[in-house]
T-cell receptor, first 115, second 114 residues
C-alpha cells in the first residue's frame, strides 16, 4: 500500500517570502500522480498543483512550484511571494495511474503567513 | 465553472440514527468518491463508485455504510446506525474519467453524532 508522509505539522512564513513544504511517499508503482491540496478554514479541498510521475519537468502554477525527485520519492511544494491568503492546511496526496484510483493523503502541514 | 455540491452543510444526529449525506457531482463526470476527515486528522478514502457499482472501498467502509446513485444526478452516502466516531467532515469528489486524473471536491458535510 502507498503511504504519504508530511513531516512538518506546522510552518510559518512572512508575507512576500518563500516557503517549502515537504512530502515523501512510498510506492512500488512506476506510474502515478502527485498532488498538493490546500484546505483553508472553510475546509474546502482546493487543488493547488499536480505532477505526473512520468514527467521529469517540475510542475509550476504561478507562485506555486514543486520539486519532484522520483528516485528519492520526494515531492515538495514551494510557495513564492507568500500572501496572507495562502494560510491554510496543505495536504500532499498520491494517486495511482488507474482511472478510478483513490487519493491517499498525508497528515498535512499547517501554514501560517505573518506580516 | 461547474462544481460539486453537497447537502446539508452540517448534520447533527443522535447515536444509532441513520443519516444520508447527499452530493451532486459535476454533470459529465463518471467516477465518484467519498472521503472523510475526522477533526484535526488527515483525509481518508471511504469508497469509489463507477457505472453504478462500488469500484473500491476502504476498511472504514463497513456494513454500516452504503452508497447509491438513485437518479443519475445525486450520489448519496448512507450511514445506517451512526456511532460517535462517525463524527467527521465528509467530502464527495468526482472525476471525468479515463483521460483525466483530477478529483474535484465538494465543500463537505460536517456530521456531528451526539
Amino acid at each position: 500500500a502507498q503511504t504519504v508522509t508530511q513531516s512538518q505539522p506546522e510552518m510559518s512564513v512572512q508575507e512576500a517570502e518563500t516557503v517549502t513544504l515537504s512530502c515523501t511517499y512510498d510506492t512500488s508503482e512506476s506510474d502515478y500522480y502527485l498532488f498538493w491540496y490546500k484546505q483553508p478554514p472553510s475546509r474546502q479541498m482546493i487543488l493547488v498543483i499536480r505532477q505526473e510521475a512520468y514527467k521529469q519537468q517540475n510542475a509550476t502554477e504561478n507562485r506555486f512550484s514543486v520539486n519532484f525527485q522520483k528516485a528519492a520519492k520526494s515531492f515538495s511544494l514551494k510557495i513564492s511571494d507568500s500572501q496572507l491568503g495562502d494560510a491554510a492546511m496543505y495536504f500532499c496526496a498520491y494517486r495511482s495511474a488507474g482511472t478510478a484510483s483513490k487519493l491517499t493523503f498525508g497528515t498535512g502541514t499547517r501554514l501560517q503567513v505573518t506580516l | 465553472e461547474p462544481e460539486v455540491t453537497q447537502t446539508p452543510s452540517h448534520q447533527v444526529t443522535q447515536m444509532g440514527q441513520e443519516v444520508i449525506l447527499r452530493c451532486v457531482p459535476i454533470s459529465n463526470h463518471l467516477y465518484f468518491y467519498w472521503y472523510r476527515q475526522i477533526l484535526g486528522q488527515k483525509v481518508e478514502f471511504l469508497v469509489s463508485f463507477y457505472n453504478n457499482e462500488i469500484s473500491e472501498k476502504s476498511e472504514i467502509f463497513d456494513d454500516q455504510f452504503s452508497v447509491e446513485r438513485p437518479d443519475g444526478s445525486n450520489f448519496t452516502l448512507k450511514i445506517r446506525s451512526t456511532k460517535l466516531e462517525d463524527s467527521a467532515m465528509y467530502f464527495c469528489a468526482s472525476s471525468p474519467g479515463l483521460a483525466a486524473y483530477e478529483q474535484y471536491f465538494g465543500p463537505g458535510t460536517r456530521l456531528t453524532v451526539t
